[in-house]
């Protein structure tokens, strides 16, 4: 069954704390993005990566960091530097960069 | 810097009408533009991708249009039915540009 699963769905956290949300894919895709949705708003780029071991920071990066260690999977910390990390975290796939993308479920993160 | 505007933000009709929801971008030097659906509290579907030499694309009761020198997108949406109900992005394929979406009721 091929798509984007990300894990987990909901995920709480103490302030202060780091946080990884997971994305793996088995489509075969060499880039992944990462967006953050708040309400009432659209998607922002955070991360993304167009090929193994390499990746670029997105329109709001700070805060955040990733690793492409494995084609299949591109991981989000979301570190304590992050002021207002409470959101709900998207993760996309595309062949390459230009071409049809795929999302997965996503993960909304609430820090208390 | 990419910039996508949504207009209507939001838009209510009745079942059975035939509607259009527009895109507009800043930056016309695209590849391709794409438009998805999203339910409340979940993902992205894809719904269609028109590409930078194509003027349309169909899928089933859906038909996109792209006009890449005036920076506009549209989609239309034939006979609406409420499992239409759903907020509709579009993204320009670069690095997924998204505006905030226009936010779709059905009214049975």
């Known amino acids: 069954d091929g798509g984007i699963t990300q894990s987990p769905k909901y995920l709480f956290r103490k302030e202060g704390q780091n946080v990884t949300l997971s994305c793996e894919q088995n489509?075969?895709?060499?880039?992944m993005y990462w967006y953050r949705q708040d309400p009432g708003q659209g998607l922002r780029l955070i991360y993304y990566?167009?090929?193994?071991?390499?990746?670029q920071k997105g329109d709001i990066a700070e805060g955040y960091s990733v690793s492409r260690e494995k084609k299949e999977s591109f991981p989000l910390t979301v570190t304590s530097a992050q002021k207002n990390p409470t959101a709900f975290y998207l993760c996309?796939?595309?062949?390459?960069?230009?071409?049809?993308?795929?999302f997965g479920q996503g993960t909304r993160l609430t820090v208390v | 810097k990419q910039e996508v505007t949504q207009i209507p933000a939001a838009l209510s009709v009745p079942e059975g009408e035939n509607l259009v929801l527009n895109c507009s971008f800043t930056?016309?030097?695209?590849?391709?533009l794409q438009w998805f659906r999203q339910d409340p509290g979940k993902g992205l579907t894809s719904l269609l991708l028109?590409?930078?030499?194509?003027r349309e694309q169909t899928s089933g009761r859906l038909n996109a249009s792209l006009d890449k020198s005036s920076g506009r997108s549209t989609l239309y949406i034939a006979a609406s039915q409420p499992g239409d109900s759903a907020t509709y992005l579009c993204?320009?394929?670069?690095?997924?540009?998204f505006g905030t979406g226009t936010r779709l009721t059905i009214i049975p």
């Open positions: 996309a796939s595309s062949m390459f960069g230009n071409t049809e993308a795929f």
């Open positions: 028109i590409q930078s030499s194509q």
């Open positions: 489509l075969n895709h060499d880039a």
């Open positions: 990566s167009q090929i193994v071991n390499d990746f």
């Open positions: 993204a320009p394929n670069e690095k997924l540009t």
């Open positions: 930056d016309s030097a695209i590849y391709n």
